[in-house]
């Protein structure tokens, strides 16, 4: 109206077209901000103003010469149109904007998808995308437990504590049929609608994977009357839940070729174990059935002598036999993961004294000497196990050890640690050796003839691992070797407040 | 007169071996497989040690010693397998006296049975005012301690700890039933202060407290007091 009253009083000098071409583009900026209908009947208004201010007779609807009328008649038309096609235009882009941001949120979504290495990964970055670039208010995804029923698995935005009846059925319903569902509200109260959602939907669920292999539902709720969900969502939705199902697929499979590969590997482990256990429980028994069956030879007597070194044999390769099994059980026990040391407070001092007092015979012909500290604090560990840590490295020690050099057990703080070394005058260890004698089966030092399978070490490896230390091995100036384990010191270690004299 | 000993133990084997050495060493030996067994056997054949497998088809070894318990202190060896502690700790809180863990040797065996006899036979004769072994006397009803005629000075928790151990001379008392016994059954899980004790016992009363000869640890299980003169 305004561009009237200012073109009015130049209606003398302007000519009817370029009036009407202004007024033409009044009608695009029109359809270029508002709606269809008020574009329209802008253009519409267009033509009653052109009429009755700029075209003779003025200030009527008549219309004089028949030039005018055509083009009159011309201009609406065109403006008609135009202001039709610019607004489909102008909805057309926004359209191809939005689908643009939603290729570039699955683009988004793919690629943390891609890197998702677990479930809750996957399930995180969906819930926050879809809020984030679908102008969802919230989020959740629902998958089902273990008797089936659906349970909230993740979710964002502003959510309710739980489902109510309505939207447990409906979440139901779509991972039952693979179809997409819709709650909307109508007059306050909550409205099922089983198709797709219509346009009074106000959230939206989603099925995520096949026809044949459901994993779950996606909820997708729009903040309050704010807006509808509309088909674009439901398509963007269904997209992003198709991605989130590869994702989900792939994770599955990589745990499960994981698993295959643990398997596979243990089955490897198992299969060398019992051939290399076969072995060395064959040794100490061959001893005990060749002694066993000499003594119960009746053609002669043996001397009371004699009869001693037998049995004393056999009594010898029993023991060993029973450390070997230990060894054994333990070395499953650390393969199955299932090593649990249990813990509790002891005194390192007590078991080195303990351990050294059972192991005369072990250590053979090496005496074992001993050097303590005075008042080494009490530490956390599993005594059973790290006496069977320490007795395995005497073995080892007095197994390479030359006859009559003694073996040296030693203990004393460093640091937040309390360290134990057994050291041997023997070879020592091959230089670059000196990790590898931990691994299973690693028999380096050995020479024909020698028992052991080579699992003691690795059995305390894997012990003292477990109680948060290292053990590790030096070689010693002067030749052999040094075997030296940590057990962490607690700061928190108990300290009892002793008593006063009563008397 | 010889003592009598009742073995338990389902593998024949073992049943033999331990029962011809036990024979060979001058004891009335009765060896029976099953827990049912023992039971029964045990108000006819009298015996005054009984040596229990704590595996057993039928009722458990554990299963057996809860129930003599109930009307029995005849002395409990049992005779585990290596391994799990828990089997033992549970047989000795249930009332059994000591262990043994397979395998064993022989020498191992028989004194563990002299001490069970020991203590059985001090059962018999009630509990005695003054304990006495080697250099180490405890006169209960004055609460003084001596050790090698000089009187060691003890904090009240020190002596209800060795008065426990000394009357339970050649048994072994799990953590739990020391803690209970001398602070009291909320205390049960505290073995810190249990330990911290013993070794305060340890300095005092051993001659050399690094090595101790009587109040023995066993490891992952608890103490025993052990006479150094049998």
């Known amino acids: 109206m305004t561009i009237t009253a200012v073109m009015l009083p130049f209606r003398h000098v302007l000519s009817l077209y370029d009036v009407s071409f202004i007024f033409l583009v009044i009608v695009v900026m029109i359809a270029l901000l508002a709606d269809r209908w008020t574009s329209a009947s802008t253009a519409v208004f267009a033509f009653l103003l052109l009429n009755f201010f700029f075209i003779l007779p003025y200030h009527t609807f008549n219309i004089a010469v028949l030039r005018h009328a055509l083009a009159l008649f011309v201009f609406l038309g065109v403006a008609m149109l135009t202001s039709q096609l610019v607004y489909l235009l102008r909805l057309r882009a926004v359209e191809a904007l939005q689908r643009s941001a939603q290729m570039e949120a699955l683009f988004h979504l793919s690629r943390t998808l891609i890197d998702a290495a677990t479930l809750d990964d996957i399930l995180a970055s969906m819930t926050r995308q879809v809020p984030l670039t679908l102008r969802f208010e919230s989020c959740s995804v629902l998958m089902p437990a273990e008797d089936g029923q659906l349970l909230l698995r993740a979710g964002s935005g502003a959510q309710p504590e739980f489902m109510t009846r309505d939207e447990a059925a409906i979440a139901a319903w779509v991972f039952q049929t693979g179809e997409i569902g819709g709650l909307g509200q109508q007059r306050g109260r909550l409205h099922q609608r089983w198709r797709s959602p219509e346009r009074e939907a106000t959230t939206i669920y989603v099925p995520i994977g096949t026809s044949d292999h459901m994993l779950g539902v996606i909820r997708a709720r729009v903040a309050n009357g704010q807006r509808r969900v509309s088909p674009e969502d439901e398509r963007a939705l269904s997209m992003f839940a198709n991605h989130a199902a590869i994702a989900m697929e792939r994770v599955r499979l990589t745990e499960e070729t994981t698993q295959i590969e643990v398997l596979e590997r243990s089955d490897a482990l198992k299969s060398a174990l019992l051939a290399a256990v076969s072995h060395e429980l064959r040794t100490p028994l061959a001893t005990i059935k060749a002694s066993v069956t000499s003594l119960l030879q009746t053609e002669f007597e043996w001397s009371a002598e004699d009869r001693r070194v037998l049995l004393e044999t056999i009594d010898g390769a029993s023991d060993r036999l029973n ?109 670059g050796d000196e990790e590898r004698v931990f691994d299973r089966f690693y028999r380096g030092r050995v020479r024909p003839g020698y028992p052991g399978v080579g699992i003691g070490l690795s059995i305390c490896r894997g012990l003292i691992q477990a109680h948060g230390g290292r053990i590790w091995v030096e070689n010693r100036d002067g030749g052999g070797a040094t075997f030296r384990f940590t057990l962490p010191i607690d700061v928190h270690h108990p300290r009892v407040r002793l008593e006063e004299l009563a008397q | 007169m010889s003592a009598r000993i009742l073995i338990v133990e389902d593998e024949p084997h073992m049943r033999r071996a331990v029962g011809a050495g036990l024979k060979a060493n001058g004891f009335n030996v009765h060896a029976v497989d099953r827990g049912e067994d023992a039971l029964s056997s045990v108000p006819v054949f009298r015996p005054d040690v009984i040596l229990l497998d704590l595996t057993l088809p039928g009722i458990d070894g554990h299963d057996v010693i809860r129930d003599l318990r109930e009307w029995s202190m005849t002395p409990v060896i049992v005779l585990s397998a290596h391994g799990d502690e828990r089997d033992k700790v549970q047989a000795l809180d249930l009332g059994a006296d000591d262990y043994l863990t397979k395998p064993f040797g022989m020498d191992e065996l028989l004194a563990r049975v002299r001490v069970a006899l020991r203590h059985a036979a001090q059962l018999g004769t009630g509990p005695e005012p003054v304990f006495a072994d080697g250099n180490l006397s405890v006169d209960f009803s004055r609460r003084v301690v001596t050790v090698g005629g000089t009187e060691v000075h003890l904090t009240p928790t020190e002596y209800d700890l060795l008065r426990v151990l000394v009357t339970n001379a050649g048994k072994v008392l799990t953590h739990h039933m020391l803690l209970g016994q001398v602070w009291g059954p909320a205390s049960v899980s505290d073995t810190h202060y249990l330990r911290t004790y013993v070794n305060q016992l340890r300095r005092k009363i051993e001659a050399d407290p690094a090595q101790p000869a009587r109040i023995v640890t066993e490891p992952g299980i608890g103490y025993r007091y052990r006479r150094v003169d049998l």
């Open chain 1, 323 to 431: 450390r070997i099994i230990e060894n054994l059980l333990d070395l499953s026990r650390i393969e199955a993961g299932v090593l649990v040391p249990r813990m509790d407070w002891n005194d390192i001092e007590e078991l080195i004294r303990d351990v050294v007092q059972r192991s005369a015979n072990v250590a053979g012909d090496h005496p074992l000497h001993v050097e303590l500290p005075p008042d080494l604090p009490p530490l956390r560990f599993d005594y059973v196990e790290v006496s069977q840590v320490l007795v395995n490295l005497i073995e080892n020690a007095a197994k390479y050890a030359p006859s009559g050099t003694a073996i040296d057990v030693i203990a004393r703080r460093a640091g937040g640690m309390v360290e134990v070394s057994v050291a041997d005058r023997g070879p020592g260890i091959a230089i």
